[in-house]
């Protein structure tokens, strides 16, 4: 799996980065999900991860409920922490 892959990458460049950030993932009641969020220093970016032939303009509208709940900067807290 892609994201199984993608986790595994994301977290071997934040070991070796030293930096204090907290890699999570964030989901709504209603089913909209974002598969990693990064959050350092209060700021948080949102990453989806897709194989590129299953990518489709509409999986973009993600962005704008991720963008209510963190606020235009990005600040908030994930809810969701990644084991």
């Known amino acids: 799996m892609v994201e199984t892959w993608v986790f595994g990458e994301i977290r071997k460049l ?3 980065s030293n930096a ?7 989901r709504t009641h209603g089913g909209h999900e974002v598969d990693f969020v990064l959050e350092r ?13 299953s990518f489709h303009a509409d999986d973009r509208t993600i962005a704008i409920p991720f963008a209510r ?8 807290s994930a809810r969701r922490r990644c084991a």
């Open 14 to 16: 934040l070991t070796l």
């Open 20 to 26: 204090s950030t907290l890699m999570s993932y964030w």
């Open 41 to 53: 220093r209060g700021v948080a970016v949102g990453i989806e991860v897709k194989p590129g032939a």
């Open 69 to 76: 709940f963190f606020g235009r900067e990005g600040k908030a």
